[in-house]
């Protein structure tokens, strides 16, 4: 027994000894690979650098002074030459500053004593050597300075450098001085626009991010995914009406805005049709959609309402591309009347612009998705009623149908994306394929049994959320400036897109953790999961949303203002381009205006948390 | 009239909730259903609302299969069937009037509840219906700012906006002081008499029993152990629904 004991306890003894060596090993490795090295901190020219630009950057360049420059010069020969010093020299004017030089004349590499009088007092500028005979010469050498007393006088010894001449060269002494009042230096200035470009970066892609995050958090929760399932045959003509119906709402939708377009020149007729349609869109919709109904409706009724929908939907189609002309034509007819107003001008004209691009693509998608869970209900309602032989027979139909669909769908993908060029393995191939997996779908499930279609969503989701979300805003932004150019524009996109991943994923795990109690009682009253998310789960899932859009509000500030590395817009482009330039004290302006940001929003957001969460 | 025929419910990890439960509930009666904690009473109430959906066995209401309802008609009986809860499971957030007009959700069209919209019909009813469970001066505070027995007179007033045949309510007062529980039994006991509508309600206490029900079933294990009149729960019956060890008070 004992024996027993102490031996388990050498074996821990051996365990914990051979961890220690492990870590022992594991970080030595670490040290030879990130090249772990203090012996360059000490050295001489490492130590005398990092102290240049520690000093320097501790003045940022913000606050400017005209100044007044005074030059002064003084000959002397380097080598001295044979015949001894010529009384060529001219003899320095002592009614204002000037420098004595002892000796006159130096061999390379000795040091002369250079003294300065009359100058103003307490100040500090350079002392250089100028090669050549001009004493103007932008040329010059060394980089040591002076201070002047409280006399205006200083003394430095100058060490001559290896410039031989026959003609007298020069040692020159800069000094500027402030005068008048101080201004913003045009680095301040390019400054303060760069962060304002910034903090608005972040804002817009923060705005887009949540607006686009909160309903694919949805689709990443398991907790309100994992009870959706459907039967097959519902299953595969969902899969058939999204396409079907994009297309078809695509079609549409364009065919309305061409019938659009010439009416929206005139601006009367789309004035007047902007503020009636959306009173033909209500009427039309409240008549359609009755709030409560006890009785259900009979088939000629429900067919008319449809129609009806349909017509609606039709007309506020109508509406938004009036809308977009009516915009257009009010900025651009008022852009010269704002004046420096014209941004709104602009925004306008460019809201205009995304709602005419954006709502062919918002009717295709809502026709893909109307038609979608149309056929979706069909194909329920047949397989809860029909006899389980006939279910089995239009599952082989339909679940081949959309086989042949989704394959036939990524074959295209792949051939645009690597053009292969041959049908038979982009197109003829995958259909075929699709088709038997469908076929060999609906031939192992049972006819009426249901398919756990939420938790495959939910996969997909998750699967491309994470996928997005592994690639940093930045390598995002280098796509995006390919796509919309160099600026903000391509900043604002990374950001939102990075934005939405890392967003939707937080949103979905707080919908995953709320209480299930309401959300039970919520259903247990009929209502369906579309309600049920709306009076069981928002109302839950406002306050960490909020919280979570500003702490990312947060970082798309950080992140904005390093975005700019790559040519994102924003600060970061000019704080890059100091730092290459060996500019420190400009680039010590964006360091400060980055700090000062990132700490007032990080002050501001934790304010409004406490206050509304 | 509710049948429950051979109702067995087998959960994924093979823990056996019901186990062949049988029996009838006549229209407009008060039907308590006890057993211990863990007995399968709430799995029970579940299946009848399909809230949980029964591995066996069939549920007929009024002659109409809830076990074989598709989604679409578990629409139309959820709606005819209030259910009142343990823990309220009221929405915290939301105000009373909100909760309560929750309750209508069954009949209100889907698209308006984007809007949060409902008819002005629904909202007199709410704020009627908290003037009957008596706490309508409270409509527009927040759920979370009520005491617990106003929350669960919230959570009836929920299930009589549903113009409800059936209420299921799940130890609606085990979270409540006796005091309270009383006063909550008297409105259900009231919603029964009243206006006719059939109760199933899960309760711990006999004395709550022995006042309130006007018929008694018994769980253990999932098994149906009695059935019959609160009268006639003597000491051998107890033994059999509670166990061997437990003792009788009061």
């Known amino acids: 027994m004992n024996e027993k004991k102490s031996s388990a306890s050498a074996w821990k003894s051996i365990q914990i000894g051979l961890a220690v060596l492990l870590g022992l090993f594991v970080y030595a490795y670490g040290f030879d690979v990130t090249k772990v090295n203090l012996e360059e901190l000490r050295s001489e020219r490492r130590q005398e650098s990092l102290t240049r630009v520690t000093r320097t950057l501790a003045q940022p360049d913000i606050i400017g002074y005209e100044q007044q420059q005074a030059i002064v010069t003084m000959p002397l020969y380097v080598p001295c030459p044979a015949g001894g010093l010529l009384s060529t020299l001219p003899e320095a004017d002592t009614s204002g500053a000037y420098l004595t030089i002892s000796p006159a004349c130096a061999a390379p590499g000795e040091t002369v004593q250079v003294e300065g009088f009359n100058f103003p007092n307490n100040i500090t500028g350079p002392i250089r050597f100028i090669p050549g005979n001009d004493p103007l010469n932008v040329v010059e050498l060394g980089r040591e300075s002076i201070t002047t007393d409280s006399d205006g006088h200083f003394s430095a010894s100058f060490l001559i450098p290896d410039r031989i001449s026959d003609a007298p060269q020069f040692i020159r002494v800069t000094i500027s001085e402030s005068v008048g009042k101080p201004y913003f230096t045009q680095n301040a200035k390019d400054t303060w626009d760069k962060i304002i470009e910034t903090v608005f970066m972040a804002l ?73 349609t959306p009173f033909i869109f209500w009427f039309a919709i409240r008549w359609a959609l009755p709030q409560e109904e006890i009785k259900v409706p009979t088939l000629s009724v429900r067919l008319t309402r449809l129609l009806v929908i ?189 934005t939405i991943v890392s967003l939707a994923k937080l949103y979905s795990e707080q919908v995953e953790s709320i209480m299930p109690g309401p959300l039970e009682a919520i259903t247990a009253t009929g209502a369906n999961r579309l309600q049920t998310i709306i009076y069981a789960v928002i109302p839950q899932i406002i306050p960490p949303y909020i919280s979570y859009t500003m702490y990312r509000w947060d970082i798309n500030v950080r992140m904005s203002t390093i975005i700019g590395f790559v040519g994102g817009g924003g600060i970061g482009f000019l704080l890059q381009q100091n730092i290459n330039l060996l500019n420190y004290r400009a680039a010590s302006t964006q360091m400060l205006a980055i700090a000062i940001v990132v700490a007032s929003m990080d002050y501001i957001s934790s304010v409004l948390r406490e206050k509304y969460v | 009239m509710l049948q429950v025929k051979n109702l067995t419910k087998i959960y994924d990890g093979g823990v056996k909730a019901l186990d062949n439960v049988s029996f009838e509930v006549p229209k407009g009666q008060f039907l308590a259903v006890i057993g211990l904690s863990g007995s399968g009473k709430s799995t029970l109430l579940r299946c009848i609302n399909r809230l949980i959906d029964p591995t066996e066995g069939q549920i007929l209401w009024d002659g109409e299969d809830i076990t074989a309802a598709s989604p679409e008609e578990m629409r139309n009986i959820r709606r005819k069937i209030g259910m009142v809860f343990q823990h309220f499971n009221l929405v915290h957030r939301s105000k009373v009037i909100t909760n309560v007009l929750a309750g209508r959700l069954g009949y209100v069209n889907p698209a308006w509840s984007f809007l949060n919209r409902f008819p002005k019909e629904d909202i007199e009813k709410a704020i009627k219906q908290l003037e009957r469970v008596g706490i309508a001066d409270k409509a527009d505070q927040r759920a979370d700012e009520l005491s617990g027995g106003q929350q669960q007179r919230v959570g009836i007033a929920r299930a009589l906006m549903q113009d409800p045949n059936m209420i299921l309510a799940d130890e609606p007062v085990a979270s409540l002081d006796p005091v309270l529980a009383h006063s909550i039994m008297k409105h259900l006991e009231e919603i029964n008499k009243k206006d006719g509508v059939t109760v199933l309600c899960s309760l711990h206490f006999l004395d709550l029993v022995h006042r309130y029900a006007d018929r008694v079933i018994a769980l253990n294990q999932g098994q149906l152990v009695f059935e019959g009149y609160p009268r006639d729960i003597n000491d051998k019956k107890f033994k059999d629904i509670y166990g061997r060890d437990a003792e009788r008070v009061g």
């Open chain 1, 310 to 498: 349909f017509i609606a939907i039709l007309v506020a189609f109508f509406g938004f591309f009036q809308l977009a002309g009516l915009t257009t034509s009010i900025s651009l007819g008022i852009e010269k009347a704002l004046g420096s107003l014209g941004f709104l001008a602009t925004f306008l004209f460019q809201v205009s612009d995304i709602l005419r691009i954006t709502t062919p693509a918002l009717g295709a998608l809502a026709a893909g998705g109307a038609l979608a869970s149309f056929l979706g209900r069909i194909g329920q309602r047949t397989a809860e009623k029909s006899p389980a032989a006939r279910v089995k027979t239009i599952n082989f139909i339909v679940a081949s149908l959309a086989g042949a669909t989704i394959f036939g769908l990524s074959g295209w993908l792949v051939e645009w994306l690597y053009q292969v060029g041959r049908v038979e393995y982009t197109f003829w191939g995958p259909i075929i394929v699709g088709a038997g997996l469908g076929l060999l779908l609906a031939f192992l499930t049972k006819p009426k049994a249901t398919l756990p279609t939420g938790m495959v969503v939910y996969s997909i989701t998750r699967t491309i959320l994470n996928a997005l979300r592994s690639v940093e805003a930045l390598v995002m932004a280098i796509v995006f400036v390919i796509a919309v150019g160099i600026g903000p524009f391509a900043g604002m996109m990374a950001l939102g897109l990075h």
């Open chain 1, 204 to 276: 817009l892609a923060t705005t887009a991010g949540t607006i686009l995050a909160f309903p694919i958090s949805f689709l990443a929760a398991r907790n309100l995914m994992k009870s959706v399932r459907s039967p097959l045959t519902s299953v595969s003509l969902s899969v058939l009406g999204w396409p079907i119906g994009m297309g078809l709402g695509y079609f549409v939708v364009n065919q309305v805005g061409k019938f659009t377009i010439p009416l929206s020149e005139n601006i009367v007729v789309s004035l007047l049709s902007v503020i009636a």
